[in-house]
């Protein structure tokens, strides 16, 4: 899997991880558009993972102020699930964190991805909440 990054909102990576995410979370799951596709978008990273030129998987990262990383949106196209493709993406964004010292990720999780992420790592540090009608957790990685 060749893994591109791109910072902001303003070329083919961001129009690729955009689709992936309309893709899974508005068509899929039924999320409102304009709660998918938020004003973050021009300042946080966006990871696309390509299969064979094709957009497969994707994830974007919110900087902290305290210099953590937030991962958000993480989606693969129901063609190329099950193929550890994710497991590759998250891997990438955990090794480019460790790069920068970032001294830890967090991410909330929709509960159907708790055991992926744990055996990425990450713990649960939160009850559980809902959003967009879909039971999340937070879950944090300390670098």
Avoid: C
Wanted: overall charge negative; hydrophobic content about 40%.
């Amino acid at each position: 899997m060749d893994i591109k990054h791109t910072l902001g909102d303003n070329s083919v990576i961001f129009r690729d991880a955009t689709y992936i995410r309309r893709t899974v979370f508005v068509r899929e799951q039924n999320m409102p558009e304009t709660q998918e596709i938020d004003a973050h978008e021009d300042h946080t990273i966006h990871y696309v993972g390509y299969l064979n030129q094709d957009p497969a998987v994707t994830a974007r990262v919110h900087v902290l102020k305290d210099g953590g990383f937030r991962i958000q949106r993480v989606a693969t196209i129901k063609a190329f699930r099950g193929q550890g493709l994710g497991y590759q993406l998250i891997e990438a964004i955990i090794e480019d964190a460790k790069r920068t010292t970032t001294p830890y990720i967090i991410l909330f999780a929709q509960d159907h991805a708790i055991g992926f992420y744990e055996k990425l790592g990450f713990i649960v540090t939160s009850e559980g909440e809902m959003e967009a009608g879909i039971p999340h957790h937070y879950m944090k990685l300390t670098l």
